[in-house]
C-alpha cells in the first residue's frame, strides 16, 4: 500500500498517526494528538489540532478548522478533550469542528455524513450516521442528531436541543426544542409541519411503516391532545415498529419539549396556539 502523500508545506507533527494513502494539501497543519485513517485526504489550508480522530475514507474540505478550542466560558485551557469522526465522512471547505469542554468528553460525528461549507458543529455534539448538514448551519452545544437527519442551511439549533432520526429541518429555521423523528419542521421558530415521506421513502422505510408514523403523527398534532395522552393514543392506535416505538421513547425523553404546531386560526377564526403550547411544552405538561 502507498505511504502519506504529503503536500512539502504543510506542517504534520512527528507524533500524528497517518494510515495508509492519507493525502494532507498544501498549507494544512496536523498536530500531534492527531489519527487519520487510511484514505483519509486532507484538503489545503486546513487545521486539525488538539485529540482528533479521523475515520477512514474521510474527506476534510480546504480551510476547515478541526479540534480547537471550544466558544464556551467553562472550558478551562488544558482539559484532555478531542474530536471523534467516523469513517466516509466529508466535511466540506472553512467548516469548523469544535472539541469537547468536559474533561476526557468527545464531540462526536459518526459515519457517512455530509457536512457542507462554512457550517460549525459545536462542542460536545454528537452526529450520528448518514447526517446532513447544509451550508452555514450552526449547531450550538451539547447538541444530538440521529442517523439519516438533514439540517436546512443557516439554521441555528439552541444548546441540548435533539434531533431525531429522518427529521428533516428547513433551511433558515431557529430550533429550540427537540425535533421528533420522522418529522419535518420548519420557521422561527421552528414548527413541525409534516411527516418526511421523501427522506422516509429515500432510506427504504417500507410504505405501511410510511402510514404508521404519518396515523401517529396526526395524532400528535392534530388531535388537541397533549403529548402524554397523544402518546397514548398512539400506542394503543398504531402497530408497534421499531420506528414508532423510537417515536414514543424520543418524546418521552425530551426535556426541552417538543417542537410544535405552526399558529393558525381555524376557519371560525379560534386560535390554535394554545395546542401549540400544550404540543411544545414537553410530555410531562398536560396544562392547557
Not at 12 to 40: C, F, K, M, P
Not at 63 to 71: K, M, N, R, T, V
Not at 213 to 226: E, K, M, N, T
Amino acid at each position: 500500500m502507498p505511504p502519506p502523500e504529503i503536500h512539502p508545506t504543510a506542517i504534520v507533527h512527528a507524533r500524528a498517526v497517518l494510515g495508509q494513502e492519507v493525502r494532507i494539501g498544501a498549507y494544512s497543519v496536523i498536530g500531534e494528538d492527531v489519527r487519520l485513517g487510511a484514505g483519509t485526504e486532507i484538503g489545503h489550508h486546513v487545521v486539525l489540532e488538539g485529540s482528533v480522530v479521523v475515520g477512514e475514507r474521510c474527506r476534510i474540505g480546504h480551510g476547515s478548522l478541526i479540534g480547537s478550542p471550544p466558544q464556551d466560558l467553562k472550558y478551562r485551557e488544558g482539559t484532555p478533550s478531542g474530536v471523534r469522526i467516523g469513517n466516509d465522512t466529508v466535511i466540506r471547505e472553512y467548516v469548523t469542528v469544535h472539541r469537547s469542554t468536559q474533561e476526557h468528553g468527545w464531540t462526536l460525528i459518526g459515519d457517512g455524513n455530509l457536512i457542507m461549507a462554512s457550517s460549525h458543529i459545536a462542542h460536545d455534539c454528537r452526529l450520528g450516521n448518514r447526517v446532513i448538514v447544509i451550508n452555514y448551519a450552526g449547531l450550538t452545544g451539547h447538541v444530538e442528531v440521529e442517523d439519516f437527519a438533514v439540517i436546512g442551511g443557516l439554521t441555528g439549533i439552541h444548546q441540548f436541543t435533539r434531533i431525531g432520526a429522518y427529521a428533516y429541518v428547513g433551511g433558515c429555521s431557529k430550533v429550540v426544542q427537540d425535533v421528533p423523528p420522522c418529522v419535518i419542521v420548519d420557521g422561527n421558530p421552528a414548527t413541525a409541519r409534516s411527516v418526511n415521506v421523501v427522506g422516509l421513502r429515500r432510506n427504504g422505510i417500507e410504505p405501511q411503516i410510511r402510514g404508521d408514523i404519518q396515523r401517529a403523527f396526526r395524532i400528535l398534532y392534530r388531535s388537541g391532545l397533549p403529548p402524554r395522552r397523544a402518546l397514548e393514543r398512539i400506542r394503543s392506535e398504531v402497530p408497534p415498529s421499531p420506528l414508532i416505538n423510537h417515536l414514543v421513547e424520543f418524546i418521552e425523553a425530551s426535556r426541552r419539549g417538543i417542537c410544535g404546531p405552526p399558529n393558525r386560526h381555524g376557519d371560525d377564526g379560534s386560535s390554535v396556539e394554545d395546542e401549540a403550547a400544550r404540543v411544545s411544552a414537553g410530555p410531562e405538561d398536560e396544562s392547557v
